[in-house]
């Protein structure tokens, strides 16, 4: 049976306006009645219809995000943040999941704009999407370029590659290779490979590029991959721009009797608090997932509050290094 604005106002006691006043925040009421209808209000489970709020002109306190997979270390730590952070600030969340998918990050934003939400907080990495510079939402980005107007919050990666590698240069290696991505997306991360190109330019090194092409994202063909590159590789340092490539490399390493770090050196990128639990082996560039979330909703309320007053750009928060002892 589902519960109506009636059922809580007879349980509390008063009228329907008043319960309707308690749930948007309108009006002059005692401590004493507010808190009558919002035990009403728990003890019948009644949820406040969102959507009838928002065809009404109110904010429906809902949030979409936006994001590849949680089952990805870094992303599920990121979202999880957000969720809980935006909860203590009284909004609730819509968890949209879409990596690789464009089709479904297009529904995924019709169906957020349709249920009018206040805003949304996107990271995914799908490229052509052209229905950002269309919507009539706030966004902030997450290390994407998605139109612009739309801020994107992120790590300083260039310092993050240039860091990753300077370390492993100052551990003595002279031949640094790097693994990264395809960089067919226009992602900040792009900057992760420049930096460590800066690096290796300003030490006259030679550079060991490795990419791996957009059908290779599964563990299966990157393992593939990166045992083809270590059984033939010509460097004594590797900088993985993502912890889970350099687990698999630890792991190959292992298998191919590679000793780490006497035989090759490795980092990786990101820190997850499950990577330095679960591998604390690993030396890693540590993203600021928890001041990142703080930054992305911040500016997220402040375009909600203030629409009409402009945003930088790009904002960037630097990693740090997690140096392991093996």
Do not use: W
Not at 19 to 35: A, E, F, H, P
Not at 91 to 118: F, G, P, W
Not at 292 to 302: F, H, P
């Amino acid at each position: 049976m589902v519960v109506k604005l009636t059922d809580v106002a007879k349980r509390a006691g008063v009228s329907p306006t008043t319960v309707s006043r308690v749930i948007n925040n309108y009006g002059s009421l005692s401590q004493k009645t507010i808190q009558k209808v919002q035990q009403a209000m728990q003890e019948l489970n009644y949820q406040p219809n969102s959507l009838a709020r928002s065809l009404q002109g109110k904010k429906t306190q809902l949030i979409g995000l936006v994001f590849p997979t949680v089952a990805n270390p870094f992303f599920g730590e990121l979202v999880e943040c957000l969720e809980t952070k935006l909860f203590t600030r009284g909004y609730k969340t819509i968890l949209c999941d879409c990596a690789h998918n464009s089709e479904k990050e297009r529904s995924y934003l019709n169906m957020l704009n349709a249920n009018k939400v206040d805003g949304i907080i996107a990271g995914a990495h799908n490229l052509g999407i052209e229905e950002y510079k269309e919507l009539d939402l706030p966004v902030v980005s997450f290390d994407r370029y998605l139109a612009d107007g739309i801020p994107i919050v992120g790590s300083d990666n260039f310092y993050g590659g240039y860091l990753a590698t300077q370390t492993l240069y100052q551990q003595g290696a002279k031949n640094i290779a790097i693994v990264t991505g395809s960089l067919s997306s226009n992602s900040p991360t792009n900057e992760r490979l420049l930096g460590y190109q800066a690096l290796i330019k300003e030490h006259n090194l030679t550079e060991h590029v490795y990419r791996f092409a957009e059908f290779e994202s599964s563990p299966a063909l990157k393992q593939r991959k990166l045992r083809s590159i270590l059984q033939e590789r010509d460097f004594d340092a590797l900088f993985c721009t993502d912890d889970l490539t350099a687990i698999l490399v630890a792991n190959l390493c292992q298998e191919l009797e590679i000793k780490i770090p006497d035989e090759l050196q490795l980092i990786g990128y990101d820190g997850t608090k499950m990577i330095q639990t679960y591998f604390p082996t690993l030396m890693t560039i540590a993203q600021p997932i928890e001041e990142m979330a703080d930054l992305l909703i911040e500016l997220l309320l402040y375009r909600i509050l203030t629409p009409e007053k402009p945003l930088d750009p790009l904002y960037v928060l630097p990693g740090k290094l997690i140096h392991r002892q093996y």
